[in-house]
Nanobody, 121 residues
Framework: QVQLVESGGGLVQPGGSLRLSCAAS????????MGWYRQAPGKQRELVAV???????NYADSVKGRFTISRDNAKNTVYLQMNSLKPEDTAVYYC???????????????WGQGTQVTVSS
């Protein structure tokens, strides 16, 4: 089993910054990709950013130029630096990871419990 623990959410004023962290633990042989999704009230969950083990990244158009995803492969940790935050960035942010179990060598997809980000004056 793989657990993802997120931290770093909170309340910030428009134009401010936050940094989210997500640490994966458990029976992990390898981690292919880690990423962040978000879900605002009344809306579907959407991809924010993803990063592969090789460092390739992909971002939603709405966050390009403002958010930066990075990871520490040795720690199985992914970060999301969010700058120039807007009220429309308000959502619950979920960490996501795809990898291989060290016990069974089968693939897994895991989700974190979510962390609230609120952008408001």
């Amino acid at each position: 089993q793989v657990q993802l623990v997120e931290s770093g959410g909170g309340l910030v004023q428009p134009g401010g910054s936050l940094r989210l962290s997500c640490a994966a633990s458990g029976s992990i042989l390898s981690m292919y990709a880690m990423g962040w999704y978000r879900q605002a009230p009344g809306k579907q969950r959407e991809l924010v950013a993803v990063i592969t083990s090789g460092g390739s990244t992909n971002y939603a158009d709405s966050v390009k130029g403002r958010f930066t995803i990075s990871r520490d492969n040795a720690k199985n940790t992914v970060y999301l630096q969010m700058n120039s935050l807007k009220p429309e960035d308000t959502a619950v942010y979920y960490c996501n990871a795809h990898g291989t179990y060290s016990t069974t060598y089968s693939g897994f997809t895991s989700w974190g419990q979510g962390t609230q980000v609120t952008v408001s004056s």
